[in-house]
């Protein structure tokens, strides 16, 4: 947790963080945060535990497929706080945590980038300047309690997730854009495929940016089926959905 042993001297990152990054854009952020509570009833959810120096963590948490896309995380008999992981190919991308200090109610919201802290606020005035290690070493700390709350939780999945996702071979076509990009192949028994990219793995991202240099290649697409709100199309809509490619030659 964020804010278990130790809770209040974490605090003291926080006036840093509000002062060195108060231009970063957080729009993605807020948009995944909408995306995954919107969606969260056609999620699977799972319950585990995990445990630190401090005592046993109990776990929730929202399952898109075979990738975890929220983590509501709370102490056991340390503290109050709870912890709320908003995750993007399986690391943390926003956590919200709420808890007492002094009788009184923080907030705290965190926005990562690639593994690192880039933005951070609170609720609490008093909280004071700290160095940037500090900064970066509590970044590693929520790293790495999201990675075994991650682990956590899948072992606990009912399985029916994780065979959602299917392969499909072929050979890739190109991007085709609109108001949302979509992935375009050739399956290998002639059935022309397009699949939405919404949240691409980094093996996706890649040919995103020079799509034309990987047309024409063989490739296995990981995909699966998911309800996810399509404002365009008036609300929820069942769609096909890539999350990984693998490149099988030339």
């Not at 776990?59 to 075979?66: A, E, K, Y």
């Not at 998911?226 to 404002?231: K, V, Y």
Request: proline share 3%; with cysteine.
């Amino acid at each position: 947790m964020i804010r278990m042993l130790p809770l209040f001297p974490v605090v003291l990152l926080l006036a840093f963080s509000c002062v060195a990054d108060a231009d970063v854009d957080t729009a993605h952020h807020k948009a995944v945060y909408a995306q995954v509570n919107d969606n969260g009833d056609s999620f699977q959810k799972v319950t585990a535990s995990a445990s630190d120096e401090s005592g046993r963590i109990s776990l929730t948490g929202w399952l898109d497929g075979v990738e975890v896309r929220k983590i509501v995380a709370k102490p056991g008999c340390m503290g109050k706080g709870i912890d709320e992981y908003y995750l993007e190919n399986g690391k943390p991308l926003f956590v919200f945590s709420t808890y007492e200090k002094t009788g009184k109610k923080v907030e705290e919201r965190i926005y990562f980038d690639e593994g690192r802290i880039v933005k951070w606020l609170t609720t609490d005035k008093a909280a004071p300047v700290i160095h940037g290690e500090d900064f970066e070493s509590q970044a590693g700390y929520l790293n790495a309690h999201c990675t075994d709350f991650v682990d956590a939780l899948k072992s606990k999945g009912t399985g029916t997730a994780a065979k959602e996702a299917q392969s499909v071979d072929g050979v890739f076509l190109g991007i085709e854009q609109g108001d949302y990009a979509h992935w375009n192949m050739r399956a290998t028994d002639g059935r022309e495929i397009s699949l939405f990219i919404l949240r691409p793995g980094n093996s996706v991202s890649k040919v995103l940016d020079n799509p034309e240099a990987f047309a024409g290649r063989k490739c296995r697409v990981a995909w699966k089926q998911s309800t996810e709100n399509i404002p365009e199309a008036g609300g929820n809509l069942q769609v096909e959905q890539i999350l990984d490619v693998e490149w099988t030659g030339r």
